[in-house]
């Protein structure tokens, strides 16, 4: 009888953990990822302020490559834009950006965006005439310092 139950305990054990590392995961489907800027930056179609943004990975009728720019408490839908897949030699532990420097005047283009342990990530699209002027740009990636919290709320200072 002894046995028996150390069997359920050590089952009952074992579940947990696997339930509790699937639970830890479960919101990385999204990206969910808070990003703030100091100075103005340009998005495919806009600027936006500086301020704190939610970047999140829509799933929009199974597409994947489709991301949705939030205000900070997710109040406000900014944008709605369609991305390509980026991709980089080495993931860090934070969320990374490459930004496009356009000059005196002008704000910093936002290129890319990846979540923090990827090596796979977001290219943000530009119509071909901007892609071009941007490609001649200096471009410059910029590594958060905050590391990504469990639930998907990560935040992170660019520019």
């Known amino acids: 009888m002894k046995i028996q139950k150390g069997y359920v305990i ?3 054990i ?11 995961h479960a919101d990385e ?5 808070r990003i703030t800027f100091s100075e103005p930056i340009q998005i495919p179609g806009q600027v936006l302020a500086p301020g704190m943004y939610v970047f999140r990975l829509a799933d929009l009728d199974g597409t ?3 991301v949705q720019i939030f205000n900070s408490d997710r109040t ?5 834009l369609q991305t390509a897949t980026a991709e980089r030699g080495h993931p860090t532990d934070d969320t990374a950006v490459t930004l496009a420097k356009q000059g005196p005047g002008k704000p910093d283009a936002l290129l890319e965006w990846f979540y923090p342990g990827r090596e796979i990530g977001i290219e943000f699209v530009y119509s071909k005439q901007e892609e071009k002027a941007l490609a ?3 471009q410059q990636i910029i590594v958060t310092n905050q590391h990504t919290a469990p639930n998907s709320e990560t935040s992170g200072t660019g520019n």
């Open 76 to 80: 406000v839908l900014y944008a709605t």
């Open 29 to 33: 489907s999204d990206l969910n990822t």
């Open 64 to 66: 994947r490559n489709i």
């Open 14 to 24: 074992i579940t947990f953990a696997l339930f509790f590392e699937l639970a830890a």
């Open 136 to 138: 001649q740009d200096t």
């Open 10 to 12: 050590v089952g009952l």
